[in-house]
């Protein structure tokens, strides 16, 4: 039976230990701390790949154009340096995708004038990077759990696609939190979202009646060759023999905007999210893709930063899908209401 089953039991005392642990913050009893200047997350209550990074991009691009000092921190998930590392200081690229993790290195070769910054510890993280850079604003990639952190705007990611899964806690579901925790929350975003996610809004607004909701999906760009960077549309790969590849938290997302695209797929491989590619791996690749009859592979924009390392050695050319964040018409809205909550 279900109550015997260990991940029931499991999901029984993670949940016990979170609720325990956010009671001794709400509190007072473990401090939160402050890092002295307007903190902004951007999170989720789910395991998985939400749309976070193309949401911090569009934040911290935004925010820059407004003619604020901008920086984003990251834990760096699945890198291989240690401690504090700058990954760019706005200026110039200092960290590879190994020693920065494939999204921060992403956002920092992205986002040129904004300085990225990875670590364990986001107020040490935050404190080094006020002292280091003048700061109007820190961007918490992937903060909503990080409640040790004062900040001034909580953004909460909803996938349009899975919503909250099962609604358990893990490792019997997705949640990282019971839902109640979405009370903290100051605005929603719904990331891929179709014409099918009134039910998600519905639920959202059962938690926290009185945040706005928005919804975003991906704009597929271009496609970037990752042999000399040149750039062509869309259509070069309408009707195109692919093979994809992919090391992300939702593969099948990724699949799916390729089918949209027209593309077709003869072989898809995937790999963990966050996973660090090998020669070997990309060998592997490239045959299967010859076998498979493929005219080229293509991979997702977060793979290519890690994959870029091997395009001397592919005998195959490789593109990537550079996509942008669509917010429906609403982008100027959502950007206000994001202002609205750290000058109020």
Request: positive net charge; contains cysteine; aromatic residues 8%.
């Amino acid at each position: 039976k279900i109550i015997f089953s260990p991940f029931y039991l499991l999901s029984i005392l993670y949940g016990a230990a979170v609720k325990v642990r956010l009671a001794l913050y709400s509190s007072g009893i473990f401090k939160v701390r402050e890092i002295g200047c307007k903190v902004v997350s951007v999170g989720n209550v789910t395991v998985g790949g939400t749309g976070k990074t193309p949401t911090v991009e569009f934040i911290a691009r935004n925010l820059k154009e407004k003619g604020l000092k901008v920086a984003i921190l990251s834990r760096g998930y699945g890198r291989k340096g240690k401690g504090i590392g700058v990954v760019s200081n706005g200026q110039q690229l200092f960290l590879g995708p190994e020693e920065a993790g494939d999204e921060p290195y992403m956002l920092a070769k992205r986002l040129r004038s904004v300085p990225v910054l990875v670590g364990p510890d986001r107020h040490e993280l935050g404190r080094y990077a006020l002292e280091r850079f003048s700061l109007d604003v820190i961007i918490l990639d992937d903060g909503f759990q990080h409640i040790r952190l004062k900040r001034d705007l909580d953004i909460l990611l909803v996938d349009g696609e899975k919503g909250f899964g099962n609604a358990h806690l893990l490792p019997r579901g997705p949640l990282r939190e019971p839902l109640s925790g979405m009370k903290r929350a100051d605005i929603f975003l719904i990331t891929k979202a179709s014409s099918d996610t009134g039910r998600i809004a519905d639920s959202i607004m059962d938690k926290q009646p009185e945040a706005p909701v928005f919804k975003s999906s991906y704009r597929p760009e271009c496609v970037i060759s990752l042999i000399d960077g040149a750039k062509t549309g869309l259509d070069a790969i309408s009707g195109r023999r692919v093979t994809a590849i992919s090391a992300i938290a939702n593969p099948s997302s990724f699949i799916t905007l390729l089918s949209s695209l027209g593309c077709t797929l003869v072989s898809e491989v995937s790999f963990p999210d966050h996973y660090s590619y090998t020669a070997k791996d990309m060998e592997k690749v490239e045959e299967k893709a010859r076998v498979a009859g493929a005219e080229f592979i293509l991979t997702t924009e977060k793979d290519a930063v890690k994959i870029e390392r091997f395009k001397d050695k592919m005998g195959m050319p490789v593109y990537y899908l550079a996509i942008d964040l669509d917010m429906h018409g609403e982008e100027q809205r959502f950007i206000d209401a994001v202002l609205s909550g750290i000058q109020g």
